[in-house]
C-alpha cells in the first residue's frame, strides 16, 4: 500500500573504471566481440583501479587475478575481464583490493593494476564488463565512446 515510499534497488551497471566506453562488437577480441559470453560494453580506461560496477556480492576473483564476478541484487551476474589476454600474465600486474563472498557498493575498488608494468609488457587493457546470464534481463546498454567515471556513470540500465 505504501510502496511509493519504499525507496527502489539500483539494479543498474555503472563504470568499474573512469575513461571511455567502447561497444563490445568492437572490442578487438572474438570471445567478448561475438558476445559468446553474454551481452555487455568495453572500456578503455587511465587509471589504475577497478571498482564494483553495482551493489551486490562478489561471486569470485579469477586466480590469476584478471577478472572478477559480482552477482547484482538482481541476481544479474557481472564479469569484469581487465584487459585483453591478462590471464596469461598470472597475477602479475594485478593486486587484490576486496574479497569473494563480500558484499560491496557500486564503486567499491576490488583490484588494482600496475599500470606502468602493464604498459612495459604491451598489454591491451581494453577491459569488458559482461552480464553472463544476460539472457534472463531486459536492458539498454550505453552507446559506445562517451566518457565515464567509475561507480558514477550509468552504462547498462535493467528494465
Same mark, same amino acid.
Given at each position: 500500500m505504501f510502496d511509493i515510499f519504499k525507496k527502489k534497488k539500483d539494479n543498474d551497471l555503472y563504470a568499474p *573504471?573512469?575513461?571511455?566506453?567502447?561497444?563490445?562488437?568492437? *572490442?578487438?577480441?572474438?570471445?567478448?566481440?561475438?558476445?559468446?559470453?553474454?551481452?555487455?560494453?568495453?572500456?578503455?580506461?587511465?587509471g589504475n583501479i577497478v571498482c564494483a560496477p553495482c551493489d551486490g556480492?562478489?561471486?569470485?576473483?579469477?586466480?590469476?587475478? @584478471?577478472?572478477?564476478?559480482?552477482?547484482?541484487?538482481?541476481?544479474?551476474?557481472?564479469? *569484469? @575481464?581487465?584487459?585483453l589476454d591478462t590471464v596469461e600474465l598470472n597475477g602479475k600486474?594485478?593486486?587484490?583490493?576486496?574479497?569473494?563472498?563480500?558484499k560491496v557498493k557500486k564503486g567499491t575498488p576490488i583490484i588494482e593494476i600496475d599500470r606502468e608494468f602493464m604498459e612495459q609488457n604491451n598489454i591491451n587493457l581494453i577491459t569488458p564488463m559482461i552480464i553472463?546470464?544476460?539472457?534472463?534481463?531486459?536492458?539498454?546498454?550505453?552507446?559506445?565512446?562517451?566518457?565515464?567515471?567509475?561507480?558514477?556513470s550509468k552504462v547498462i540500465h535493467f528494465k
Open positions: *573504471v573512469t575513461g571511455e566506453t567502447i561497444a563490445l562488437e568492437n *572490442v578487438p577480441d572474438k570471445m567478448f566481440a561475438g558476445k559468446l559470453m553474454g551481452e555487455g560494453i568495453g572500456f578503455r580506461f587511465d556480492e562478489i561471486s569470485m576473483i579469477a586466480n590469476t587475478l @584478471h577478472a572478477f564476478g559480482i552477482t547484482t541484487t538482481n541476481g544479474a551476474e557481472i564479469l *569484469v @575481464h581487465i584487459g600486474g594485478f593486486k587484490v583490493i576486496s574479497e569473494a563472498g563480500k553472463t546470464n544476460s539472457d534472463n534481463f531486459n536492458f539498454e546498454i550505453e552507446e559506445g565512446d562517451k566518457q565515464v567515471i567509475a561507480g558514477e
